[in-house]
Every structure is written in structure tokens, then in C-alpha cells.
């Protein structure tokens, strides 16, 4: 009688130290082209294009939303609007939205001053730089 010998079961050896680092470099890269990809994208949305404000006729009690692109000017009434830029900020949970606006009074032909208002203009905070003008108040709402 001829006996055959079992064969043995070879049990391959798996380099797991490898597959471990493989693992984590996988995740790290993962990660760090995730959060680039964020803060790129996060930083494109902070400056708009367009700037929201609204302006206020005291005398009428009237208020009309108004939209600006940023380099045009816009005339309204007796105001000239222009908006230079405007930022969204960085942080979410207390959002502020900045324009550097500039605007001219038509209706005034003194031409000592140019500008009745020129500088930033704070969402949260308006009474930083205050638009001051007996007629029209204005006020920014948003920027995209």
C-alpha cells in the first residue's frame, strides 16, 4: 500500500507593518488634499463680486435694496454709488461682511468736497464709519 503524504497547508506570511504605514500614509494624504481643497475653496468666497445695500429716504420712509457690481457706479436719486470692493469674513459663527464704497452727492455743486462718503462700510457695526447725510441712510446687507 502506497501512502501519500499529507500536503501541508503553507501559510503565507503578511507583512502587516507594511500594510499599516500604507494605511495611515493613505489617510494623511487624504486628509491634508481635503483640507487644501477647503481652504482654497473658502478663500475664493471671501471677496464677492457683487455688493447688496440698502438705502433708506428719510423723507419718504421709503427703503430700496440696491445691487452693486463692484467697479460700476449707480445712480440713485440724487446719490452716485459706487462700490469698490467687498469681503465676507473667515469666521461663521459671527459672520461680517466689508465694501469699500464710495458715493457723491448730485444735488450739492460745491466741489470742495468730492465725496460724502468714501471708506469701509462694517455690516455689524455701521457707526464705525458712518454714511451721515440729512436725506438718505445707507447700510450694507450683503456680499457675493
Known amino acids: 500500500m502506497l501512502i501519500i503524504p499529507k500536503k501541508k497547508k503553507m501559510r503565507l506570511k ?3 507593518k507594511v500594510g499599516n504605514r500604507s494605511i ?3 489617510l494623511i494624504l487624504f486628509f491634508f488634499i ?8 473658502s478663500k475664493k468666497n471671501l471677496e464677492g463680486s457683487t455688493t447688496e445695500i440698502k438705502v433708506l429716504d ?9 445691487e452693486l457690481q463692484n467697479g460700476e457706479q449707480f445712480k ?3 446719490l452716485l454709488i459706487k462700490s469698490i470692493k467687498c469681503k465676507n469674513s473667515e469666521f461663521d459663527d459671527d459672520p461680517e461682511i ?3 464704497i464710495q458715493v457723491k452727492d448730485l444735488s450739492v455743486k460745491n ?3 468730492v465725496f460724502v462718503f468714501n471708506g469701509w462700510m462694517f455690516s455689524s457695526s455701521p457707526s464705525i464709519n458712518p454714511f451721515d447725510h440729512p436725506v438718505y441712510d445707507i447700510w450694507l446687507t450683503r456680499c457675493y
Not at 428719510?58 to 440696491?66: D, F, G
Open 14 to 16: 503578511r507583512n502587516i
Open 24 to 26: 495611515f500614509f493613505n
Open 34 to 41: 481635503l483640507t487644501t481643497n477647503a481652504l482654497s475653496l
Open 58 to 66: 428719510k423723507i419718504s420712509s421709503k427703503n430700496v435694496s440696491l
Open 76 to 78: 440713485f436719486n440724487d
Open 98 to 100: 466689508t465694501a469699500y
Open 111 to 113: 466741489n470742495d468736497e
